[in-house]
DNA sequence: GTTGCGTCCTGGACGC
DNA sequence: TGCGTCCAGGACGCAA
C-alpha cells in the first residue's frame, strides 16, 4: 500500500528514467480508470513531482501525467524489446530509448489521468490534498487549526488527505503511536498537533530512509522491496506487547479502517 | 457542508 | 486437497 515514503522512493528512482523522453505509443485498460495512457502519446516527459501520495509528471504541451498507485500498483521501466504484458498490466507508455514505462495493479485501485497542468478537478482527492507534511510553511499550529475544522477522528482525518497529505494506514498508526494520541479522538490540543507532526515527519522520513514498507505487494522500480516493515512499532502488531510501556498493542475498526494503538500510552481525548 | 458507510477489487489466510 | 468466507485498504459516491 504505497504511502508517501513509497511514492517518494519511486520518484527519485522514475524521474530521471523519463525527464526528456517521448511517448511513443501508449496503452491503458478498460475506462474509467486507465484509459486515459494513450493521451500522453507525442508527449515528452518533463520534472517528475510528488503530490502527497500521488506521482505528477510534466508532458510537454502544459499536460501532466498523473498516477495514483492505490494498493497494489507497481511502476517498472523494462526493455520494449524484453518485456510483454502480463495479466494486471493496466497501463503503458513506449518511450523513445527502447523502453517502456510499465503501471501494473493487482487490485485496480490505483488510477491515472492526463490533464492541463494544475487541472485536478476530476481528482477531488488530489484537488482538496493538505500541505506535505515536509512543507517549511507547515508547523504545529497550522496542522492543528486544519484538524480543529472537523469533529471526525483525527486518524479518518489524516487518511482524507486534507489536514496534511500523504499518509496512509501504517504511518498514521506509527505516528499516532509514538505521540500518544487515540487514533480515535476527535480533537486534539494545540500540544498533540504539535507532537503530531514531529511523529509524522520522524516516521515518514524513517519510511523514505528505509525505502519504503513492504508488506506485501510494494516494490521498488527494479523490483526490490523496502526495508522498513522490520523497524514497525505498531502499525499491525496488534497483541504484541506495546515497546514503550509492554501493554498489549490493540486492534479496532474506527470508520471502516483498522486501527492498531496502545490502550495505555493512547488515551481517547473526550469530544470537544 | 459534514459525516460515515458502502463499493470497488483480488490474493492470501483461515476454517471446515 | 478443495471449497467457501473473510480480510486488507485508498478513493470516491451517496445518503442522512
Known amino acids: 500500500m504505497p504511502e508517501l515514503p513509497e511514492v517518494e522512493t519511486l520518484r527519485r528512482q522514475l524521474a530521471p528514467e523519463l525527464v526528456n523522453r517521448r511517448v511513443l505509443d501508449a496503452w491503458g485498460y478498460l475506462p474509467p480508470k486507465f484509459d486515459q495512457a494513450p493521451a500522453a502519446v507525442g508527449a515528452r516527459f518533463g520534472a517528475v513531482q510528488r503530490l502527497g501520495k500521488y506521482l505528477v509528471a510534466e508532458l510537454s504541451g502544459g499536460r501532466e501525467l498523473v498516477?495514483?498507485?492505490?494498493?497494489?500498483?507497481?511502476?517498472?521501466?523494462?526493455?520494449?524489446?524484453?518485456?510483454?504484458?502480463?495479466?494486471?498490466?493496466?497501463?503503458?507508455?513506449?518511450?523513445?530509448?527502447?523502453?517502456?514505462?510499465?503501471?501494473?495493479?493487482?487490485?485496480?485501485?490505483?488510477?491515472?489521468?492526463?490533464?492541463?497542468?494544475?487541472?485536478?478537478?476530476?481528482?477531488?482527492?488530489?484537488?482538496?490534498?493538505?500541505?506535505?507534511?515536509?512543507?517549511?510553511?507547515?508547523?504545529?499550529?497550522?496542522?492543528?487549526?486544519?484538524?480543529?475544522?472537523?469533529?471526525?477522528?483525527?486518524?479518518?482525518?489524516?487518511?482524507?488527505?486534507?489536514?496534511?497529505?500523504?499518509?496512509?494506514?501504517?504511518?498514521?498508526?506509527?505516528a499516532l503511536w509514538r505521540c500518544g494520541v487515540h487514533p480515535a479522538s476527535r480533537s486534539v490540543t494545540r500540544a498533540q498537533a504539535s507532537a503530531l507532526l514531529d511523529a509524522l515527519r520522524a516516521v515518514l522520513a524513517a519510511g523514505i530512509s528505509h525505502g519504503g514498507t513492504t508488506l506485501r505487494d510494494y516494490r521498488t522500480l527494479e523490483g526490490t522491496s523496502g526495508e522498513n516493515q522490520d523497524h514497525l512499532d505498531c502499525y499491525?502488531?496488534?497483541?504484541?506487547?506495546?515497546?514503550?510501556?509492554?501493554?498489549?498493542l490493540r486492534s479496532r475498526v474506527y470508520d471502516g479502517r483498522t486501527s492498531t494503538f496502545c490502550p495505555t500510552c493512547q488515551r481517547q481525548r473526550p469530544a470537544r
Open 67 to 174: 498516477l495514483h498507485l492505490g494498493m497494489t500498483g507497481k511502476l517498472s521501466v523494462p526493455t520494449t524489446s524484453q518485456w510483454a504484458p502480463g495479466p494486471y498490466t493496466r497501463a503503458w507508455w513506449q518511450l523513445d530509448d527502447g523502453r517502456t514505462l510499465v503501471f501494473d495493479d493487482t487490485r485496480r485501485f490505483g488510477r491515472l489521468a492526463v490533464v492541463d497542468a494544475g487541472d485536478y478537478t476530476g481528482l477531488p482527492t488530489l484537488a482538496a490534498l493538505g500541505p506535505d507534511p515536509f512543507d517549511p510553511d507547515l508547523d504545529g499550529e497550522v496542522l492543528w487549526r486544519a484538524l480543529r475544522r472537523s469533529s471526525a477522528r483525527v486518524k479518518t482525518q489524516l487518511l482524507s488527505q486534507r489536514p496534511i497529505a500523504g499518509v496512509g494506514n501504517i504511518y498514521a498508526d506509527e
Open 236 to 248: 499491525g502488531r496488534a497483541g504484541h506487547a506495546c515497546a514503550r510501556c509492554a501493554s498489549l
